[in-house]
């Protein structure tokens, strides 16, 4: 097959196109009229929306990125002026251990990248911590924890914080600051 492949219904409709498993379980559905795709969901809210099975034995998104100077995943939200660019919501009132949110650096040769860099202008919060709890019984509620291990022996002098704060204030003349958690 040479050149493209459109599908264009007579009339826009919210399932212009689907594929179904052969017992038919919706895999994907297109929406004409609302511009929308859904990925396991036949009535997608949104413009992708992608509805992970809890039996399917596999993760609902993956993004495998080879380029090696380009972003794995943007989100870029110009005209955003209430609301959240990117919201990692865990519902579950499962009491197992689980990480909501896991930034995962392995490799040891990327000993100087860093694993999350949250860059904020003035007058904006760089990192907002809102642990709210109730009802817990006996437990340990931690704000935060932060946990570095050196693995292996290593021939260089390494220099380890648990948390390094600085306070530039060169060229104020008056006003006093505190730094607390060094």
């Known amino acids: 097959v040479t050149g493209s492949f459109y599908q264009e219904p007579n009339s826009d409709s919210t399932m212009s196109a689907a594929f179904r498993k052969a017992d038919g379980t919706d ?5 004409s009229s609302n511009r929308r795709v859904g990925v396991g969901d036949n009535t997608p809210d949104h413009i992708l929306d992608v509805y992970g099975h809890s039996d399917s034995g596999a993760k609902t998104l993956y993004v495998h990125h080879t380029e090696d100077n380009q972003d794995a995943a943007f989100i870029y939200a110009p005209n955003l002026t209430t609301g959240d660019a990117l919201v990692v919501s865990d519902p579950s ?6 990480d909501t949110c896991k930034i995962w650096q392995n490799a040891e040769e990327a ?5 999350l860099l949250i860059q904020s202008y003035v007058g904006h919060t760089g990192v907002t911590l809102d642990k709210n709890y109730s009802n817990t019984g006996t ?3 931690v704000g935060h924890q932060i946990d ?8 260089s002098n390494n220099v380890m914080y648990g948390q390094y704060i600085t306070v530039d204030n060169t060229t104020a003349t008056a006003g006093t600051n505190t730094a607390y958690g060094q």
């Open 27 to 31: 895999i994907l559905t297109v929406d």
């Open 93 to 98: 009132t499962s009491t197992g251990t689980r």
């Open 111 to 115: 000993i100087n990248a860093t694993a």
């Open 139 to 141: 437990s340990t509620t």
């Open 148 to 155: 570095f291990d050196k693995t292996g022996a290593s021939t």
